[in-house]
């Protein structure tokens, strides 16, 4: 059987037109907006991509236009490249299906929380193969697992979308464990993606210091569901936390709620502040945000994408 599509074609299409931006002069040679390979003569010829705004002119293919009426720049393959690793959560707590949303918002649901971040892993593995970076899809829980690594343009898609549909939630979070793993396995400084619910604070805050102290430009995405941020089931409940098993008897009211939401907003800006502080940027991912929009509008004002 074939595996679903991530991202649907239309979207695909759009990000051609999309640059995923770097901070860092990680390569030496290319500068921080990271737009494509280096250009110039006696370079090879690899790929072609829909010409944007602010391209050079120079590297137009007119013969392209001629036939085709529209605008494709060529892309030449250069040595000098820079990786973009996206590490991908996929301990227990990932595992969340929405509720219905908050009955007097309207609020939709959205998607599965594991689903919304598998879309956003395959949106950074695709920017990346568009500029032929290397791109390694990472998934990890108390440890990481065996990476895919991608490489040679649009073409080596297909694997990274079969590799992420096959993927499966389980055991708990230890992302400090992680990173330590990530950075002895991957030597070379790169741009490494964090797509994570993060309910691992202190994980969180010390694997961040050493992605610093490491020289990557990182990215935190803060993947959640609307009912994470507010409660919507009032009453008497039972909560169990599904990484170690343990359970607590809580009353939940609107005010409850609200100042549940509180506490959580509050971290959220806590992360956010941590990842400023070390050079890096943080996103949060709001799973009733269609993925479309949350790229196209969210990470363009995170100043990920441009």
């Known amino acids: 059987m074939a595996s679903p599509l991530l991202l649907d074609r239309d979207f695909l299409r759009t990000l051609e037109e999309v640059t995923l931006l770097c901070r860092k002069d990680l390569s030496g040679t290319i500068g921080s907006d990271h737009r494509s390979r280096n250009h110039g003569p006696g370079l090879e010829f690899a790929d072609y991509r829909r010409y944007s705004f602010g391209d050079d002119p120079r590297f137009l293919d007119w013969s392209a236009y001629l036939r085709l009426?529209?605008?494709?720049?060529?892309?030449?393959?250069?040595?000098?490249?820079?990786?973009?690793?996206?590490?991908?959560?996929?301990?227990?707590?990932?595992?969340?299906?929405?509720?219905?949303?908050?009955?007097?918002?309207?609020e939709p649901a959205g998607e599965p929380k594991f689903r919304y971040?598998?879309?956003?892993?395959?949106?950074?593995?695709?920017?990346?193969?568009?500029?032929?970076?290397?791109?390694?899809?990472?998934?990890?829980?108390?440890s990481i697992r065996k990476p895919l690594v991608a490489a040679g343009g649009r073409e080596r898609f297909w694997p990274v979308m079969e590799f992420l549909n096959g993927l499966g939630c389980g055991g708990r979070t230890d992302l400090l464990a992680s990173v330590k793993q990530f950075?002895?396995?991957?030597?070379?400084?790169?741009?490494?993606?964090?797509?994570?619910?993060?309910?691992?604070?202190?994980?969180?805050?010390?694997?961040?210091?050493?992605l610093r102290f490491a020289g990557h430009d990182?990215?935190?995405?803060h993947v959640h569901t609307p009912d994470e941020q507010r409660p919507a089931s009032y009453g008497e409940l039972i909560l169990e936390d599904v990484e170690t098993g343990e359970r607590r008897r809580v009353h939940s009211s609107p005010e409850a709620a609200a100042a549940y939401e509180r506490a959580f907003l509050e971290y959220c800006g806590r992360l956010e502040r941590l990842a400023a502080r070390n050079g890096g940027r943080y996103g949060r991912a709001l799973t009733s945000v269609p993925y479309q929009d949350f790229v196209l509008r969210g990470l363009r004002g995170d100043r990920v994408v441009e």
């Not at 990182?218 to 995405?221: D, G």
């Open 183 to 210: 950075l002895r396995q991957f030597t070379g400084k790169g741009v490494a993606v964090i797509l994570s619910d993060f309910f691992d604070e202190e994980g969180a805050r010390r694997a961040v210091e050493m």
């Open 69 to 106: 009426g529209k605008l494709f720049l060529k892309i030449y393959q250069t040595e000098e490249h820079i990786p973009v690793r996206v590490l991908i959560d996929t301990s227990r707590s990932m595992d969340c299906e929405p509720e219905s949303g908050e009955p007097e918002s309207g």
């Open 117 to 142: 971040a598998q879309r956003l892993a395959a949106t950074f593995a695709y920017l990346a193969l568009l500029r032929l970076d290397t791109a390694v899809v990472i998934p990890f829980a108390e």
């Open 218 to 221: 990182f990215v935190l995405l």
